[in-house]
Nanobody, 125 residues
Framework: QVQLVASGGDSVQAGGSLTLSCAASRYTWNCMGWFRQAPGKEREGVAAYGFGGAQKYYADSVKGRFTTSQDNAKNTVYLQMNSLKPEDTAMYYC????????????????????WGQGTQVTVSS
């Protein structure tokens, strides 16, 4: 069992930056994904991070603006979000799985066994 605690959501102006954090309770995960869900829309994969940085994947909509990193001592993965746009407004979730990240499945929410609570990101124009 892995418990995840997501934090860092806030309200920012377009063009601003935010860093979301996802702290895991155990070191047994191998793939951590970030998802978001805007009102009235389906949840979508934003990024995924393989333990130790072995794999990093990003949705086309965030490539070049969002990056992921890890603080191994804190067992925490970060989602650094730059050049934020109003369309980035959503509830953001982190999720983890014991399996590795793969290019063909990192964005599928059903592959993740553990989920954190959401953290709200609001970007105003």
């Amino acid at each position: 069992q892995v418990q995840l605690v997501a934090s860092g959501g806030d309200s920012v102006q377009a063009g601003g930056s935010l860093t979301l954090s996802c702290a895991a309770s155990r070191y047994t995960w191998n793939c951590m994904g970030w998802f978001r869900q805007a009102p009235g829309k389906e949840r979508e994969g934003v990024a995924a991070y393989g333990f130790g940085g072995a794999q990093k994947y990003y949705a086309d909509s965030v490539k070049g603006r969002f990056t992921t990193s890890q603080d191994n001592a804190k067992n925490t993965v970060y989602l650094q979000m730059n050049s934020l746009k109003p369309e980035d407004t959503a509830m953001y979730y982190c999720a983890a799985d014991h399996g590795s990240c793969y290019s063909g499945s990192w964005y599928i929410d059903g592959r993740y066994a553990y989920w954190g609570q959401g953290t709200q990101v609001t970007v105003s124009s």
